[in-house]
């Protein structure tokens, strides 16, 4: 027998404490829940109205790809953050996963990588799947082979296959010959996997996305910030990209968020003055200044971003970190100081280190969320949610799967 217990977060808050204290007690009553029965799904309802969707038990994502957060509507990227929310409390709990039991990942890498590459790992191996890494040393993907017969080959042997490399082009053909999911782990022009974690960490902090107010700061046009960009609009949230001329978004990407920001009620600008800009910010973001391939270009970038470097009288130039209502974000890595080949003479480009490691840095509650907005973008693709003829068990775990867990927990409570 399963036990799901769906708990109305809005009733906790009304009981005094707030959504923090209302998480923490969700968290106890699993822990306390999971040792009275072997198997207990706790899954929380946030109840909140504004946010302006309420999800679906019955949506289903199997065999999908995410090249572009554009593929998602706004449900689905939505419904992944809490999907995302549900497998981070259950990790927390201490649940063993087998959704993806006997699955395999290719990862496919053209670019070097710290999170990706271990979020990924880690949250195939959290629910029981294993990842194969393939660098683009060590495969002939684009010298002897084309994308489109290594899709073709690797769709074969592996259940899903996640890309990060240079080319949008590359993760589009990966995908249109491929069998299985493919997933963009970044390009030149989207990262959505950093946007995905992004908008959990920013949920996790203030209890809610729709009318908040982000501000990127930076180089506007890179693809940390037009997919930033692209998941604020989708959530409602207003977003500002502060960055000089040459370095603001193009204009196609601009009229397309705002476009889909129209329809949930908030608004997308592009402000080139810092203090206007940041003014009433609840999360001030940045981003290096040369991205990878760009180091050549770093010179010129020192001398358009300088005056766009968060520091602390930018922080305080929000009007809300007194309020205890600003946090800032990095999608890492960040030259914060002088502990780097890069920054050691001349320290610290995007960020100084005082914001960097202040209290409401929230940069490496990002980094982790990684982890967790990844296994549930497979979760979703890989083993889908249950419609038609397979029950859902709490929010977009298959019944089946489920099943599965409880049958294993319940064995390994009665060896001990």
């Not at 271990?118 to 191996?125: E, P």
């Not at 610290?348 to 490691?357: C, R, S, Y």
Request: with cysteine.
């Amino acid at each position: 027998m399963r036990i799901a217990v769906v708990v109305m977060l809005t009733e906790l808050m009304d009981e005094g404490g707030g959504r923090s204290n209302a998480n923490a007690l969700v968290q106890r009553l699993t822990k306390v829940l999971v040792m009275l029965h072997p198997f207990v799904i706790v899954s929380m309802d946030s109840g909140i109205e504004e946010e302006g969707w309420r999800m679906k038990r019955s949506m289903n994502m199997k065999g999908r790809s995410l090249l572009k957060l554009q593929d998602l509507s706004d449900g689905e990227m939505l419904y992944l953050l809490d999907l995302a929310a549900e497998l981070k409390r259950k990790k927390r709990a201490g649940i063993k996963g087998v959704v993806l039991e006997r699955k395999n990942i290719a990862m496919i890498f053209e670019k070097m990588s710290t999170r990706t590459r271990c979020a990924v790992a880690v949250a195939a191996a959290d629910e029981g799947a294993r990842t194969e890494y393939l660098s683009s040393q060590e495969i002939h993907l684009g010298k002897k082979e084309s994308a489109a017969d290594t899709a073709r080959v690797l769709s074969r042997m592996f259940d899903g296959i996640l890309f990060r490399g240079y080319q949008q082009e590359t993760v589009e053909l990966l995908s249109k010959h491929s069998g299985v999911p493919v997933w963009n782990g970044l390009t030149d022009e989207f990262h959505p996997t950093q946007a995905l974690a992004d908008l959990m960490t920013i949920r996790e902090c203030f209890g809610r996305l729709k009318g908040l107010k982000v501000v990127y700061v930076g180089d506007g046009r890179n693809n940390v910030a037009t997919s930033l960009m692209d998941g604020c609009a989708k959530a409602g949230v207003d977003f500002v990209c502060c960055a000089p001329p040459e370095l603001s978004p193009m204009s196609g990407k601009i009229a397309r968020a705002r476009e889909n920001a129209g329809t949930n009620g908030s608004m997308v600008n592009v402000i080139h003055d810092p203090a206007q800009a940041v003014t009433g910010a609840n999360v001030i973001y940045t981003d290096v200044w040369a991205s990878m391939g760009e180091e050549s270009k770093l010179q010129e970038r020192i001398r358009l971003l300088k005056a766009y470097q968060v520091n602390m009288d930018m922080i305080q130039r929000t009007g809300n970190m007194e309020k205890g209502k600003v946090i800032f974000l990095h999608c890492l890595p960040a030259f914060h100081d002088h502990h780097t080949d890069l920054t050691r003479d001349i320290g610290a480009l995007e960020v100084t280190n005082d914001v960097f490691e202040a209290p409401f840095s929230k940069v490496f509650e990002g980094a982790e969320n990684r982890v967790h907005t990844i296994k549930a973008l497979m979760v979703a693709t890989l083993v889908g949610t249950g419609t038609g003829n397979r029950k859902s068990t709490g929010r977009g775990l298959p019944s089946e799967a489920l099943a599965k867990e409880g049958q294993q927990s319940k064995a390994r409570t009665k060896k001990r």
